[in-house]
């Protein structure tokens, strides 16, 4: 049976990120706009794929008129640090999870939905996560639209301010755990050091973003899995329920 104890949880901590996924949607939207794309024909992509970058890229492309097999190719490299994710969390789920769950966890995995699965207690119940993806997914597919609606009619300014929402959202995914964990604390810390001297140091200027992410996260999670192994894994709560 569907835990909806689990299922409210979801969708009461998706409303922060279908909120903060609204007003970075709304500006992707105006690149999809610029590239030529319908509200309707926008609203579809972030419906099938909710990947800023992803989908940036692939607007990008597609008004400078690159083929289908370019815009794959760049967006699977630009969406690449979620198979990492997809490794991880799938060590937070119960063993005998069937295997359409982790298929369907798989296919909407973004760094918020991922942030608040991971930080549950015990193995993840997959119910959990699909009731943030029921507001998440829509707040991005209809900032999308909006954004595409709304051209560019907004000043530039006041739609960059908007996405300033979706980093204190991820403030707000690692700073619990990380006042309980002060090893979680300074991987923390280093990951974002790391970060900045990279964006800045001639040496790693050409390589893109999402592969210096992919990078740094199993340089800065190899090591720390080295150097403090957890001994076991999470037992699970007795809330945590796995769905039939």
């Known amino acids: 049976m569907i835990n909806t104890h ?22 992707l ?15 579809l992509a972030s419906l099938l794929n909710n990947a800023s970058a992803g989908e940036y890229i692939g607007f990008t492309m597609i008004a400078a008129g690159a083929s289908l097999a370019e815009i794959a190719l760049l967006t699977i490299i630009a969406n690449a640090r979620y198979l990492l994710m ?7 789920l119960a063993p005998d999870t069937p295997l359409r769950h982790r298929i369907l966890l798989g296919f909407d995995l973004t760094d918020e939905l991922f942030g608040i699965s991971i ?14 993806m029921c507001v998440a997914i829509p707040g991005w597919s209809i900032g999308t639209y909006c954004g595409i609606v709304a051209g ?23 700073i619990p ?33 999402g592969t210096m992410t992919i990078l740094l996260t199993i340089a800065i999670a190899g090591a720390a899995a080295l150097l403090f192994p957890i001994d076991s894994r999470p037992r699970p709560d007795k809330t945590e329920e796995n769905p039939s």
């Open 6 to 27: 689990q299922f409210r949880e979801g969708l009461r901590d998706g409303i922060p990120i279908a909120s903060g996924y609204f007003a970075v949607a709304f500006s």
């Open 29 to 43: 939207g105006i690149a999809a706009r610029n590239a030529g794309l319908t509200p309707l024909q926008g609203f």
């Open 86 to 92: 997809s490794c991880a969390l799938s060590q937070k």
């Open 119 to 132: 930080a549950r207690k015990g193995f993840l119940n997959p119910v959990y996560t699909y009731g943030a």
């Open 152 to 174: 560019n009619v907004l000043p530039v300014r006041i739609v960059s301010a908007l996405s300033v929402a979706l980093y204190g959202m991820f403030l707000a995914i690692i």
């Open 177 to 209: 755990p990380a006042k309980s964990n002060r090893i979680l604390a300074a991987c923390i810390a280093f990951s974002f050091a790391a970060s900045f001297a990279a964006a800045r140091l001639p040496l790693f200027t050409s390589i893109s973003s």
